[in-house]
């Protein structure tokens, strides 16, 4: 498109001057070449001026003559750029840039006008006149350099929504992150550094107690102390030592010596931990810390208390200074009484803020305290009858002795008392451990004459032979190779039940068993308790043992009868005499009665095992022939057991003179026993004692014994006496 042509604008003085632009653009519409291309560049100034020439070669005045005019600054453009592009296009893009700019109505001061207007309408200024330069030629003209344009701003609007998008992405990220932190990762964040900040502590759980039939505590614990020593942190360890002795009751040297400093066997670290002391009470703990002594710490302890020390003390046991059982009914129920100790967790700040953190991470444990358990045995009695054991033991040397008091017919044992004792609260303070168990339980013997009433029980029931029964009576039989003879010869004579067992004859024993025979012989033992143990409740019971029948050598036939070539407990022997006293009754005898849960429950102990022997008018017949051995005293003799009737009760029994075996060997001396039943008419009470003597002093001792125990039994329990005019009246010959 052609670019306008602009009118000639006048000056000041009123005459007309055509711009650059009109003279360019004469020269165009002439066909000559106008003004620029290279030669308008060659007119480039070092100002950035151009010559403008009149009418096509130099500006012509009003006179005709040629001016010479620099363009003014003012009216350059501000683009850098238009001087190089009008060089390229030969000066036609800025003329037709110039022509294009008119007055417009409206700008912001009303008229907008070009640069070079502004200039034109202003008087030229005066200058020194000067050798005029030859004129180029049109073609050699600079091109006019166009005003640089201001660098265009950035809108700010722009910018403004820009920072604030910016800004809301920002705090949109930030939003979200506190979010997931929150509630999706927190414990991730919240545990990282748990461990170091978590303090556990044990809650103790106190070891169940073991009480009597009554509720009186025979073995608790109580709360107590333990000292102990960092060697690494004492000072002096033998000041030290010093100063704790009287207080622990433990020699300097003693103390002195835990506190070297030492490494652990096995390790290369240093020991910094020594107990001192256990089970210290509580005052003289407080005594300790008081001294506030380097080194020297105190922690909670328990301690086992045994209130009667040696009451019982063989059944009880004891436990290690751990509280976990080691012998007797601690070890035996070590699991139902230890108690399971609890633990609490929390988290605790460092350094001096090293306490709980309230509302942080806490989890506790709660402990569990031990059941306790209650006996069958009464603490009064159980006094009573090793008080009256330890004085008739006292008149033999080196012996062994065993009682047993049982209930009728519940078949609980209410005393269970062995010779020698001990102290259960220090148990290290004996001659050996042997002296620490329990007699009853594992003291193996033959039992002897006692056994009789086996043999005499099953005759009866199996109808061998009735009350009535008599036969002469040999004063020795032989059964084998062996001869068999009586302590007390009838020289032939016919002698009644009553008579052989009041006298304890073996030869009238023997021949009844040969007609009862072997194998119903082994059967009754076996129905009346002997080769197994009973299941008290005690540890390590013994079992003993019955003669298999293939072992039977012609010996046995007279041996077994009469209580030898057989081993039993004592306590395996009283319930087979509680069987007798209640009607035939096998009742397995038991020591727990019921158990004490950690919340209180009362449980009672499993039912015992109970199975019928003989029947109730065999086993009647047979109290009323033993009632014969404590009350037949005349010209015929006097029967085995006078010394173990009670005054004013009706008593049955059976006296027993049999051997001791150790693993198995046979010890010297004698075992003398005596188990009888009162009252005999109704009996409630079996007691029965058995003594291991060196000397064969036994038998003097365990009728004796068992007459004082059984008298303070029926005392103790308020039992009436028999009435005297319904006792029996034996006749030991009878015609």
Same mark, same amino acid.
Do not use: C
């Given at each position: 498109?052609?670019?306008?042509?602009?009118?000639?604008?006048?000056?000041?003085?009123?005459?007309?001057?055509?711009?650059? %632009?009109?003279?360019?653009?004469?020269?165009?519409?002439?066909?000559?070449?106008?003004?620029?291309?290279?030669?308008?560049?060659?007119?480039?100034?070092?100002?950035?001026?151009?010559?403008?020439?009149?009418?096509?070669?130099?500006?012509?005045?009003?006179?005709?003559?040629?001016?010479?005019?620099?363009?003014?600054?003012? %009216?350059?453009?501000?683009?850098?750029?238009?001087?190089?592009?009008?060089?390229?296009?030969?000066?036609?893009?800025?003329?037709?840039?110039?022509?294009?700019?008119?007055?417009?109505?409206?700008?912001?001061?009303?008229?907008?006008?070009?640069?070079?207007?502004?200039?034109?309408?202003?008087? =030229?200024?005066?200058?020194?006149?000067?050798?005029?330069?030859?004129?180029?030629?049109?073609?050699?003209?600079?091109?006019?350099?166009?005003?640089?344009?201001?660098?265009?701003?950035?809108?700010?609007?722009?910018?403004?929504?820009?920072?604030?998008?910016?800004?809301?992405?920002?705090?949109?990220?930030?939003?979200?992150?506190?979010?997931?932190?929150?509630?999706?990762?927190?414990?991730?964040?919240?545990?990282?550094?748990?461990?170091?900040?978590?303090?556990?502590?044990?809650?103790?759980?106190?070891?169940?107690?073991?009480?009597?039939?009554?509720?009186?505590?025979?073995?608790?614990?109580?709360?107590?102390?333990?000292?102990?020593?960092?060697?690494?942190?004492?000072?002096?360890?033998?000041?030290?030592?010093?100063?704790? %002795?009287?207080?622990?009751?433990?020699?300097?040297?003693?103390?002195?010596?835990?506190?070297?400093?030492?490494?652990?066997?096995?390790?290369?670290?240093?020991? *910094?931990?020594?107990?001192?002391?256990?089970?210290?009470?509580?005052?003289?703990?407080?005594?300790?810390?008081?001294?506030?002594?380097?080194?020297?710490?105190?922690?909670?302890?328990?301690?086992?208390?045994?209130?009667?020390?040696?009451?019982?003390?063989?059944?009880?046991?004891?436990?290690?200074?751990?509280?976990?059982?080691?012998?007797?009914?601690?070890?035996?129920?070590?699991?139902?009484?230890?108690?399971?100790?609890?633990?609490?967790?929390?988290?605790?700040? *460092?350094?001096?803020?090293?306490?709980?953190?309230?509302?942080?991470?806490?989890?506790?444990?709660?402990?569990?305290?031990?059941?306790?358990?209650?006996?069958?045995?009464?603490?009064?009695?159980?006094?009573?009858?090793?008080?009256?054991?330890?004085?008739?033991?006292?008149?033999?040397?080196?012996?062994?002795?065993?009682?047993?008091?049982?209930?009728?017919?519940?078949?609980?044992?209410?005393?269970?008392?062995?010779?020698?004792?001990?102290?259960?609260?220090?148990?290290?303070?004996?001659?050996?451990?042997?002296?620490?168990?329990?007699?009853?339980?594992?003291?193996?013997?033959?039992?002897?004459?006692?056994?009789?009433?086996?043999?005499?029980?099953?005759?009866?029931?199996?109808?061998?032979?009735?009350?009535?029964?008599?036969?002469?009576?040999?004063?020795?039989?032989?059964?084998?190779?062996?001869?068999?003879?009586?302590?007390?010869?009838?020289?032939?004579?016919?002698?009644?039940?009553?008579?052989?067992?009041?006298?304890?004859?073996?030869?009238?024993?023997?021949?009844?068993?040969?007609?009862?025979?072997?194998?119903?012989?082994?059967?009754?033992?076996?129905?009346?308790?002997?080769?197994?143990?009973?299941?008290? &409740?005690?540890?390590?019971?013994?079992?003993?043992?019955?003669?298999?029948?293939?072992?039977?050598?012609?010996?046995?036939?007279?041996?077994?009868?009469?209580?030898?070539?057989?081993?039993?407990?004592?306590?395996?022997?009283?319930?087979?005499? =509680?069987?007798? =006293?209640?009607?035939?009754?096998?009742?397995?005898?038991?020591?727990?009665?019921?158990?004490?849960?950690?919340?209180?429950?009362?449980?009672?102990?499993?039912?015992?095992?109970?199975?019928?022997?003989?029947?109730?008018?065999?086993?009647?017949?047979?109290?009323?022939?033993?009632?014969?051995?404590?009350?037949?005293?005349?010209?015929?003799?006097?029967?085995?057991?006078?010394?173990?009737?009670?005054?004013?009760?009706?008593?049955?029994?059976?006296?027993?003179?049999?051997?001791?075996?150790?693993? &198995?060997?046979?010890?010297?001396? *004698?075992?003398?026993?005596?188990?009888?039943?009162?009252?005999?008419?109704?009996?409630?009470?079996?007691?029965?004692?058995?003594?291991?003597?060196?000397?064969?002093?036994?038998?003097?001792?365990?009728?004796?014994?068992?007459?004082?125990?059984?008298?303070?039994?029926?005392?103790?329990?308020?039992?009436?006496?028999?009435?005297?005019?319904?006792?029996?009246?034996?006749?030991?010959?009878?015609?």
């Amino acid at each position: 498109m052609p670019p306008r042509s602009e009118e000639p604008r006048r000056d000041a003085t009123g005459s007309r001057r055509g711009s650059s %632009s009109g003279a360019r653009g004469t020269d165009r519409r002439s066909g000559e070449p106008g003004g620029g291309g290279i030669s308008d560049a060659r007119a480039y100034t070092p100002r950035g001026r151009t010559i403008r020439e009149g009418g096509g070669a130099a500006r012509t005045g009003v006179g005709g003559g040629a001016e010479q005019r620099r363009t003014p600054r003012s %009216s350059r453009s501000g683009d850098p750029f238009r001087p190089a592009l009008q060089v390229l296009d030969g000066g036609q893009a800025g003329a037709a840039r110039a022509g294009r700019r008119e007055p417009v109505a409206g700008g912001r001061a009303g008229v907008v006008r070009t640069v070079s207007a502004r200039r034109d309408a202003e008087p =030229a200024p005066r200058r020194r006149s000067s050798p005029r330069r030859p004129e180029r030629p049109a073609a050699a003209r600079r091109p006019v350099r166009k005003p640089r344009r201001p660098p265009k701003l950035a809108d700010p609007r722009f910018r403004l929504r820009l920072g604030t998008v910016l800004a809301l992405a920002l705090f949109t990220v930030i939003g979200i992150r506190l979010v997931v932190l929150q509630t999706v990762t927190p414990p991730a964040f919240a545990d990282g550094g748990l461990d170091k900040r978590l303090h556990s502590v044990e809650l103790p759980a106190p070891r169940g107690a073991i009480y009597d039939r009554t509720g009186d505590p025979l073995a608790h614990s109580v709360e107590a102390r333990y000292i102990y020593a960092d060697p690494e942190l004492v000072k002096d360890r033998f000041a030290t030592a010093k100063l704790l %002795s009287p207080l622990l009751g433990v020699p300097v040297s003693e103390l002195a010596e835990k506190m070297q400093r030492r490494t652990r066997p096995g390790t290369t670290k240093k020991s *910094q931990f020594e107990y001192l002391a256990r089970g210290v009470e509580v005052d003289k703990a407080k005594q300790i810390m008081a001294l506030d002594l380097a080194g020297i710490g105190v922690h909670r302890d328990e301690r086992r208390e045994v209130p009667g020390n040696d009451l019982a003390a063989n059944l009880l046991g004891f436990v290690s200074q751990d509280m976990v059982g080691l012998e007797g009914l601690e070890a035996k129920y070590d699991d139902l009484l230890e108690g399971k100790p609890g633990k609490k967790t929390y988290e605790v700040g *460092q350094g001096d803020l090293a306490a709980p953190i309230p509302g942080g991470y806490s989890e506790t444990t709660e402990a569990k305290p031990g059941s306790s358990l209650v006996l069958t045995v009464d603490r009064d009695l159980q006094y009573r009858t090793q008080r009256i054991l330890t004085s008739q033991m006292a008149q033999t040397r080196g012996s062994v002795g065993a009682a047993v008091i049982m209930e009728i017919p519940s078949g609980e044992v209410l005393a269970q008392a062995s010779y020698p004792g001990y102290n259960a609260a220090a148990p290290g303070e004996v001659n050996s451990p042997a002296d620490r168990a329990d007699a009853a339980s594992s003291f193996v013997v033959e039992p002897g004459s006692i056994h009789k009433a086996i043999t005499y029980g099953a005759a009866l029931q199996e109808g061998v032979i009735t009350p009535d029964t008599a036969f002469p009576v040999a004063n020795t039989i032989t059964r084998g190779d062996t001869p068999f003879s009586d302590t007390h010869p009838v020289n032939g004579r016919r002698m009644g039940i009553p008579g052989m067992l009041a006298f304890s004859s073996n030869v009238g024993t023997i021949e009844i068993a040969g007609k009862l025979g072997r194998d119903r012989l082994i059967d009754y033992q076996k129905r009346f308790g002997l080769g197994r143990p009973t299941g008290e &409740g005690m540890p390590g019971e013994a079992p003993g043992r019955l003669l298999p029948a293939d072992e039977w050598s012609g010996s046995s036939y007279g041996s077994v009868p009469i209580g030898h070539s057989v081993d039993a407990t004592p306590l395996q022997m009283a319930a087979a005499y =509680a069987a007798i =006293a209640n009607n035939g009754t096998y009742v397995q005898p038991h020591l727990i009665k019921e158990v004490i849960g950690p919340n209180g429950k009362r449980t009672p102990a499993a039912a015992p095992v109970t199975r019928s022997v003989l029947s109730p008018q065999n086993a009647a017949a047979l109290r009323r022939m033993l009632e014969a051995v404590t009350t037949i005293d005349g010209p015929d003799g006097q029967a085995t057991g006078l010394a173990a009737a009670v005054p004013g009760y009706r008593v049955a029994g059976k006296t027993g003179t049999g051997r001791r075996f150790v693993d &198995g060997k046979l010890q010297t001396g *004698q075992v003398g026993s005596f188990i009888g039943m009162a009252p005999a008419e109704k009996p409630r009470y079996v007691v029965a004692v058995f003594v291991w003597s060196p000397g064969g002093e036994g038998g003097t001792v365990a009728a004796p014994a068992f007459r004082e125990m059984m008298g303070f039994t029926l005392a103790h329990y308020r039992v009436p006496p028999s009435a005297s005019d319904k006792s029996p009246k034996f006749e030991v010959f009878p015609r």
